[in-house]
């Protein structure tokens, strides 16, 4: 069974509000790799662990038929909260435990979720679901980051990472999946036909409150707040206070660009 995390409903709702979707490099090595593969017509797309439906709306430009899938009841009213398109819907499930019909899926898709699976259980319904001529698409963003924004970038990516690496000793074990570029969860993908690229890069528009809201988000930060609340309520003010001071703006709505890498596993079921 997949690791449950981002249960609870304040958690989810700020999911919703501070997480990203696929950046535009993303997009657009996935659709090339679709477009690679002839993998058409496009009918079911088919996003697991999809957390508030970031990664979900997206495919519905490409798809006729788009379902976010999510262990997390507080996630999946998040997404059927948000404005989506009217091929999009979302079903409460487990990764492992997918109602969808033995081939029939095109695109088995999942952003920054995969490594919180029973691996082993999740490529085997990947297999079972997915058409013959079908591809899959698993993605994360790691913790290769940067902050940018005019000739300060250098220092404003030295204290976020001061407080990411603090953050990290609060991972949960299945993290490592993402530090270490999602290489098990490539070997363990049933299709001969397969890649991973580890070096996506995006530039993500935000603001100061939005890089916090991130953190906020994030599973260790939520680890944490449980175990030192104290602590954890003053972490991410004293840095929102040394971005700003760095910066030399008083706005924490103030824009920058948050750089980050990607990487991505892409198969194809002959």
Same mark, same amino acid.
């Given at each position: ?10 958690? @989810? ?26 993998? !058409? ?19 519905? *430009? ?11 009841? %507080?996630?999946?009213?998040?997404? &059927? ?5 009217? !091929?999009?819907? $979302? ?11 033995? @081939? ?18 999740? =490529?085997?319904? %990947? !297999?079972?679901? =997915? ?5 899959? @698409? ?35 074990? &299945?993290?490592?999946?993402?530090? *270490? ?5 490539? *070997? ?12 996506? $890069?995006?530039?993500?528009? =935000? ?6 809201? $991130? ?11 449980? !175990?030192?609340?104290? @602590? %954890? ?5 004293? =840095? ?29 079921? *002959?």
């Amino acid at each position: 069974m997949a690791t449950q995390m981002f249960e609870g409903r304040g958690h @989810a709702a700020i999911y919703q509000k501070y997480r990203f979707g696929p950046g535009k490099e993303l997009r657009r090595a996935i659709f090339a790799y679709l477009q690679e593969k002839g993998a !058409n017509p496009a009918e079911m797309a088919v996003d697991v662990g999809c957390g508030s439906g970031q990664g979900t709306r997206f495919l519905a *430009e490409r798809f006729g038929k788009v379902v976010g899938t999510d262990i997390s009841q %507080a996630q999946i009213q998040e997404a &059927r909260a948000t404005p989506s398109p009217p !091929n999009v819907s $979302y079903l409460v499930c487990p990764a492992e435990e997918l109602p969808f019909e033995d @081939a029939s899926v095109d695109l088995l898709a999942s952003f920054t979720a995969a490594h919180w699976f029973d691996i082993e259980k999740f =490529m085997r319904e %990947a !297999n079972r679901v =997915m058409k013959p001529g079908g591809c899959v @698409a698993i993605s994360t963003y790691t913790v290769d980051v940067s902050l940018h924004y005019g000739n300060c970038s250098e220092k404003l990516t030295k204290v976020f990472r001061e407080t990411w690496d603090l953050l990290l000793k609060y991972s949960h074990s &299945r993290v490592k999946h993402v530090l *270490e570029d999602y290489k098990e969860i490539f *070997e363990a993908l049933p299709f001969p036909d397969k890649k991973r690229i580890t070096d996506i $890069y995006d530039k993500i528009p =935000m603001t100061v409150a939005g890089v916090v809201g $991130y953190l906020e988000s994030a599973s260790p930060y939520q680890v944490f707040l449980k !175990n030192d609340p104290e @602590a %954890a309520k003053t972490l991410l003010p004293e =840095m929102e206070k040394r971005l700003l001071e760095v910066m030399g703006v008083p706005s924490r709505e103030t824009p920058l660009e948050f750089w980050v890498r990607h990487v991505c596993i892409l198969g194809h079921k *002959e």
